[in-house]
């Protein structure tokens, strides 16, 4: 299939529509309730990170063998759509939890799985992705932490910086270089190291101005010792673990993305039915009719290609990382305008913390900058059209 081939066509199973309902409905009754209160203090929600695992939303991404619910990626992605509509943080709990058990689920081995999957399914353990360093950001090719191979086991050495979850998760996912004389692809391996590891440990926190509640830490490596055993994928293979692993991870920041916009529209368009100016409520007046009217075409447009690329990438048709690029890219930029455009309809309201507008806006930022900025997006999408036109 090129790049201009029609797409498959996705519909909702009756599976798909009832987990996405009953998701919405617990986000809508037991997460909303807490957004402004996790935004304010920028505390990890433990609770909700309990409920998750407790209604097993977290199992969704494994595989039934590993006490998964084996979920399709679309079915993966409704779930974080609608815990991001109602907080931010909250979709990014099982976002981050599945961006970082990829690797082990794709590279890992049978021995692998059944020793670090289980805990991850229930919900009992969390897990981060650590691949960005100081001076490795966009580029992954500069990325310095070593790991140098010392008997039966890897001595790791260097920092990562923001790194979701990195100072709650139980494990880490981490990229190193072993062997420096090799391509800058084929220089990285890729390890789980526990947090308990002696010579692991938090540098320390970004304060941020978005999804506040997710802890950004930066993670140091002084020494720590890896046995060979956790190594995932042959040595060398750390880059293309990487690569693999954001093909069906960044779908998952596109549901985090068009959830923020559905939330910021929902509370957008209430508010135009109530507030009344010149008479009558301001949802009369055309000129805000027409930015509802874009909210909406922009939020449907973003989810459709969403949907899309998820079916796309679950059926393996076309280049599934043009697919996860296209749809980040079309998602944050329409949840980042959108939620401007949710402020405006609130007039100085919605500038005010009493309504999550605000919020979202600030939210909606970040679905443009992590898994890959968009313009990583768009030369991801720009070499596959031009591979497949040559
Ligand atoms: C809140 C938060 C959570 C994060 N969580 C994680 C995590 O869990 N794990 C993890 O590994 N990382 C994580 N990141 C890191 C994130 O993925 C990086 O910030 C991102 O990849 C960009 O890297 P950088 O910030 O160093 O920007 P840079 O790479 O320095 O980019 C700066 C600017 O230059 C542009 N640019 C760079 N190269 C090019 C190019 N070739 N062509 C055109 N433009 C270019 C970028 O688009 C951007 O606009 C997180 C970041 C944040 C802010």
Known sequence: MTASTPPPAYRLTDEQRALRDAVRELARERVAPRAAEIDRTAEFPWDLRDLLAGQDVLALPFPEAYGGLGADLLTTCLAIEELSAACATT?????????????????GT????ARWLPDLAAGRALIAFALTEAGAGSDAGA??????RDGGTYVLDGSKRFISHGSVADRVVVFAVTDP??????NLSCFVVEASAPGF??????????IRGSPTAELIFDGVRVPVADRLGAEGEGFAIAMKTFERSRPGIAAQAVGIAQGALDVAAHYATERVQFG??????????????????????ARALLYTACAAI?????????????????????AMRVTTDAVQVLG??????EFPVERMMRDAKITQLYEGTQQIQRIVVARSLLASHR
């Open 314 to 334: 679950e059926a393996g048709e076309g280049d599934p990382g043009r697919w996860a690029a296209l749809c980040k890219l079309v998602a944050g930029d329409a």
């Open 91 to 107: 979709g990014l709990i099982l976002a981050v939890h599945e961006l970082a058990s990829l690797p082990i689920i794709h590279a």
């Open 201 to 210: 440990s938090v540098g320390g926190l970004s304060h941020k101005k978005d």
């Open 110 to 113: 049978d021995e692998q799985k």
């Open 143 to 148: 990325i310095a932490t070593r790991a140098v």
């Open 181 to 186: 004389a090799a391509d800058r692809h084929r």
């Open 280 to 301: 009558r409520p301001i949802g009369d007046q055309q000129m805000v009719q027409a930015l509802l009217a874009d909210m909406d075409a922009a939020t449907e447009a």
């Open 348 to 353: 100085g309201y919605g500038y005010l913390e």
